[in-house]
């Protein structure tokens, strides 16, 4: 398995402004997704964080909305752009040691946009 | 396009009365069927990977099983602690996991 934290666990914010959410796992992972789950609904997909190289992002999701770094094996960053209340979800980052091996979750992080 | 389809949405049950939950698939090339545990306000918590028709899984009191079309997660003289959403998922050639919209179990003492 993997253990993996994201920062911040919550937060509140206001139309219009942006949040960048963190992603860090106790060790080098090969691949790094990032997915969003709102309110009563499954996960959905958002994009796969590459390494060294522009994210790939999901149909429906774009980068302007939604841009990702991933500066090293250990870590990313989700930052959710000019949110608007539709955008109040949970945000969770999962990870896979090998391409096609089981994917773990971190915690999430619960945002709410007033 | 890939596609899970979960069943019953929502089941509740007594304590020690066992039963057993769906998860229907359409998937190109299947790599794997993942079933994942989710208590409220918190991540999914990896519970079984199957890979192969005919293949079965057990931890405690959960038994997940695979066909070509479904798979089913058997609990066994549930307990309160097992009340969480148990969610399926799929992975064919695309690699991306395809989530179902989940189960949510409720187990009363």
């Known amino acids: 398995s993997a253990v993996i934290s994201q920062k911040p666990s919550r937060d509140i914010c206001q139309r219009g402004t942006s949040l960048t959410i963190q992603c860090q796992v106790d060790?080098?992972?090969?691949?790094m997704f990032w997915y969003r789950q709102q309110p009563g609904q499954s996960l959905t997909l958002i994009a796969t964080a590459n390494q060294g190289s522009e994210a790939t992002y999901e149909s429906g999701f774009v980068i302007d909305k939604f841009p990702i770094s991933r500066p090293n094996l250990t870590f990313s960053t989700l930052t959710v752009s000019n949110m608007s209340p539709e955008d109040s979800s949970i945000y969770l980052c999962?990870?896979?040691?090998?391409?096609?091996?089981?994917?773990?979750f971190g915690p999430g992080t619960r945002l709410l946009v007033l | 396009e890939d596609q899970v389809t979960q069943s019953p949405e929502a089941l509740r049950l007594q304590e020690g009365e066992s039963s057993s939950l769906n998860c229907s698939y359409t998937v190109s090339g299947l790599r794997g069927l993942f079933w994942y545990r989710q208590d409220p306000g918190k991540g999914p918590e990896f519970l079984f990977t199957?890979?192969?028709a005919g293949e079965e899984k057990e931890k405690e009191r959960l038994k997940a099983t695979l066909t070509k079309k479904e798979s089913f997660l058997h609990i066994t003289a549930p307990k309160p602690e097992d009340s969480a959403t148990y969610l399926c998922a799929v992975q064919g050639q695309s690699s991306r996991l395809t989530f179902g919209e989940g189960t949510q179990l409720t187990v009363n003492p």
């Open positions: 199957l890979y192969s």
């Open positions: 060790s080098q992972v090969t691949m």
């Open positions: 999962s990870v896979e040691r090998g391409a096609g091996e089981t994917q773990y």
